[in-house]
């Protein structure tokens, strides 16, 4: 199902109050949720529009996560106008200069840019963590809970939810312990919302779920791409970059909570994925799930997730995790 990208009603109304009455809007991208940017531009003046329509979406948390982040010396677009009641937010345009693309293109900077991402993430650790909610012990939960809601119904499993809720209580219990104090948690920190700016700074994209929680998330969330693939040579050297100052006993509890953490991920993607091809018939998303479950079944290998391991192969064994989810099928 393809995004409707005519321009929201209002818009022409909000620009002119903002000084870009003359701007010609072009289509820039959608994504999985309701949100639509256009590229506003006016002469030789060029921003964003994002149009984040309630009451599906509310832009005021990415306002809030765009100015924690750049008052930290992040580069978050600077918001130059907004309209809350109509979901409207005037953004500075970072160009079209993906990390995603730029690698697809020049394979020979990948180390380079994820050492790059992984500095910045590392950086951000070493600030206040924002002022904004706990991803707690129920966010967790209600993630994980997306698999057994979403995909084993589009697969027609029947599944030990209790047992399900169970393994994942326990394997998250030190994750839990260790964050205190907890950083900031951006959720989407990945190749495709991560811009390469002329100045050598990465832009920062995609934050509005933003938690503080645990500093594992954002880096397990970049090496174990949803959307891109990192070799597993790649994704050891940017973990063990990142753990440059850990103590041995640091360095292993914190490889640890990546691998929860990214199996909790992982797990929750699959659950994802599903609802937007079974609900909003968005198709391409099942094209991801064959590296979703690589991904899952690698962090599943780690010792401290062999209850959760155990839990996946009596309900959802191998030869299922390959078998496609049907249209029909799902939403029969």
């Known amino acids: ?30 994504d999985a949720s309701f949100r639509r940017y256009f590229r506003a ?8 529009l994002m149009d984040a329509p309630p009451p599906h979406e509310d832009p005021t948390p990415f306002i809030q996560i765009a100015e924690f982040l750049k008052a930290q010396n992040f580069a978050a677009p600077a918001i130059f106008a907004k309209d809350l009641d109509h979901g409207l937010v005037l953004l500075e345009d970072f160009g079209d200069r993906r990390m995603r693309e730029h690698l697809d293109h020049q394979p020979d900077d990948e180390e380079h840019i994820y050492r790059q991402v992984v500095d910045l993430i590392r950086d951000l650790h070493t600030k206040p963590a924002a002022p904004i909610a706990p991803y707690d012990w129920a966010q967790y939960l209600r993630e994980v809970n997306l698999l057994t809601e979403w995909y084993c119904p589009a697969q027609k499993l029947p599944v030990d939810l209790a047992g399900f809720v169970d393994v994942w209580n326990r394997a998250l219990e030190p994750v839990i312990a260790a964050q205190n104090p907890p950083v900031t948690v951006m959720r989407d920190y990945h190749a495709e919302n991560i811009m390469l700016l002329e100045d050598g700074r990465l832009g920062l994209l995609d934050f509005q779920d933003a938690l503080i929680g ?20 790649l994704e050891q ?6 753990l440059t100052a850990h103590s041995d006993k640091a360095a292993n509890d914190f490889r ?18 599903t609802r937007l091809f079974v609900r909003d018939g968005k198709s391409r998303y099942l094209d991801f799930l064959p590296r979703m479950w690589r991904l ?12 959760v391991a155990d839990w996946f192969d009596a309900n959802i064994p191998s030869d299922v995790r390959l078998r496609p989810i049907a249209m029909s099928e799902a939403r029969a």
Request: aromatic letters at 6%; zero cysteines.
């Open 1 to 30: 199902m393809a995004a409707n990208m005519t321009p929201p009603a209002h818009a022409d109304e909000f620009l002119k109050q903002n000084g870009w009455e003359e701007a010609e809007l072009v289509p820039v991208a959608g």
């Open 256 to 273: 640890s909570h990546y691998a929860i953490l990214g199996a909790q991920r992982n797990t929750k993607i699959i659950g994802i994925f």
């Open 296 to 307: 899952l079944e690698k962090d599943l290998r780690h010792p401290d997730l062999a209850e």
């Open 237 to 242: 050297a940017m973990l063990e970059h990142y």
């Open 214 to 233: 645990h500093p594992a998330y954002d880096l397990v969330s970049m090496l174990q791409d949803a959307r891109r693939d990192v070799s597993d040579e």
């Open 41 to 48: 531009i006016s002469g030789d003046r060029q921003a964003i």
